[in-house]
């Protein structure tokens, strides 16, 4: 019993970790600034609880990514000419112009 419990623990953390990966390249795909360059560590024993928020977190971050570029295009016709990761070159230098 102890050891389909640990098992059935492992799979399920495995399940939410494949989930929350899928999401956070969805994320990264779709161009979000925050997620250009992002490290999300999660250790093996994390209570599934802290897995599941995490989770949680990814999906309303793309939900609202998603709806913030696509306010975005319907305002700014020529913004749907590329992706939006077409615009992090312009956005780091203007940034390290910013900081200078």
């Not at 077409?86 to 390290?96: E, H, Q, S």
Request: proline share 3%; charged share 20%; with cysteine.
């Amino acid at each position: 019993k102890e050891v389909q419990s640990a098992v059935d623990s492992f799979v399920a953390e495995l399940a939410l970790m494949a989930t929350l990966s899928e999401l956070l390249n969805q994320t990264h795909a779709a161009g979000h600034f925050e997620l250009a360059q992002y490290e999300c560590r999660v250790s093996f024993g994390t209570p599934l609880h802290a897995i599941v928020a995490k989770v949680r977190a990814a999906r309303a971050r793309l939900a609202a990514w998603e709806a913030a570029v696509g306010d975005a295009r319907r305002g700014c016709y020529w913004l749907a000419a590329a992706p939006v990761r077409a615009f992090w070159p312009l956005l780091r230098a203007l940034l390290a112009r910013g900081r200078a």
